[in-house]
């Protein structure tokens, strides 16, 4: 047998062991614990929601799963670190809505997040919520709308940041209820609902966990919810959307993997991700942080990640928003 011969068997051969080692590593899958990367500090909403999934997970997969906290960059460190991590399964991304309005908030991101991080499972929505001080003199959408047009640039709209979801939501809503309101960007959230309290600003869209307590102690008023469904957990808070038709926006979370993880191992992320949130009681804990379940297949969490995209790309460039 001549070494051309010898060669070209060598690689059929090798063609054909592929698909089997694939699949004997995707059956065999998970042999060690999996690290899911977190964009935020500990003790966020999205480390709990991290932590919370994370423990449901592990227990089917039969695996610890060990959240790493990498803040900074709005959320790009961590998504960076899993674009370069192995595809293999082990290194997952805790994917939420900052990934989507990144895409076109930073000109000179080292991927492309649609195309570098494969979409494993959708886990839930959470609404933010639009809140004033009560000594504010508007206690509906409407009043507020009116106040607004009434004061062009008089009211303050405090964030968490530039560029930040709180940030995309009141620009959302300027641009969708005509209002001119003059946005003051924070290190975060909690400061910008201190001067909300004393007054320096006059509304927040703040997400559940920062806000929901200050709300039912009567410290801060709620006028809506963002989400296109009201909440269970603030039932006679009304939606934005019935003020301003169309009006939507929501933290989300998912999980994603590296590109090119095996198909199988995904698949199997999914089914496991899908059966913890179908479980009554994780959704119990999940409406008590104010969360509405989101399930689906790998596909479709992928499509919403590209709506949000595209939706928010629009959102930034009419805001003229800039990363701090």
């Known amino acids: 047998m001549n070494l051309i011969r010898r060669r070209f068997l060598s690689l059929g051969a090798a063609a054909l062991a592929a698909p089997l080692s694939r699949r004997a590593f995707a059956q065999s899958y998970p042999t060690r614990p999996i690290h899911v990367v977190v964009g935020f500090a500990a003790g966020g909403g999205a480390d709990i929601m991290a932590r919370l999934i994370g423990q449901a997970l592990g227990e089917r997969l039969g695996q610890q799963i060990i959240v790493d906290n990498r803040p900074g960059a709005g959320t790009n460190i961590s998504a960076e670190l899993v674009v370069k991590a192995q595809p293999d399964g082990y290194t997952l991304l805790l994917v939420n809505s900052p990934a989507a309005i990144n895409a076109t908030l930073y000109d000179n991101l080292s991927f492309d997040f649609i195309r570098d991080i494969a979409p494993v499972a959708s886990i839930g929505r959470v609404p933010l919520i639009m809140v004033v001080n009560p000594a504010f003199p508007a206690k509906t959408v409407p009043e507020f709308i009116a106040y607004a047009k009434a004061n062009p640039g008089k009211v303050n709209m405090g964030s968490g940041g530039n560029g930040a979801p709180?940030?995309?939501?009141?620009?959302?809503?300027?641009?969708?209820?005509?209002?001119?309101?003059?946005?003051?960007?924070?290190?975060?959230?909690?400061?910008?609902?201190?001067?909300?309290?004393?007054?320096?600003?006059?509304?927040?869209?703040?997400?559940?966990?920062?806000?929901?307590?200050?709300?039912?102690?009567?410290?801060?008023?709620?006028?809506?919810?963002?989400?296109?469904?009201?909440?269970?957990?603030?039932?006679?808070?009304?939606?934005?959307?019935?003020?301003?038709?169309?009006?939507?926006?929501?933290?989300?979370?998912?999980?994603?993997?590296?590109?090119?993880?095996?198909?199988?191992?995904?698949?199997?992320?999914?089914?496991?991700?899908?059966?913890?949130?179908?479980?009554?009681?994780?959704?119990?804990?999940?409406?008590?942080?104010?969360?509405?379940?989101?399930?689906?297949?790998?596909?479709?969490?992928?499509?919403?990640?590209?709506?949000?995209?595209?939706?928010?790309?629009?959102?930034?460039?009419?805001?003229?928003?800039?990363?701090?």
Not at 197 to 225: C, D, N, R, S, Y
Not at 226 to 241: F, G
Not at 249 to 266: F, K
Request: hydrophobic residues 45%.
């Open 166 to 324: 709180d940030h995309m939501s009141g620009e959302l809503f300027k641009a969708m209820a005509g209002v001119n309101l003059l946005h003051v960007p924070y290190r975060g959230v909690a400061p910008a609902i201190t001067d909300l309290l004393g007054g320096q600003v006059q509304v927040i869209f703040g997400t559940m966990p920062a806000v929901i307590e200050l709300i039912k102690a009567g410290k801060l008023t709620a006028l809506a919810v963002t989400t296109a469904q009201r909440t269970p957990t603030l039932p006679d808070v009304p939606t934005i959307s019935e003020f301003v038709p169309g009006y939507e926006a929501s933290q989300w979370y998912g999980l994603g993997a590296p590109r090119a993880t095996p198909a199988d191992v995904i698949e199997r992320l999914n089914r496991e991700t899908n059966a913890v949130i179908a479980d009554p009681k994780m959704q119990a804990r999940l409406a008590e942080l104010g969360a509405s379940v989101v399930s689906g297949t790998p596909a479709e969490f992928g499509k919403l990640i590209v709506d949000e995209t595209a939706k928010w790309a629009k959102v930034v460039k009419i805001s003229g928003a800039k990363p701090d």
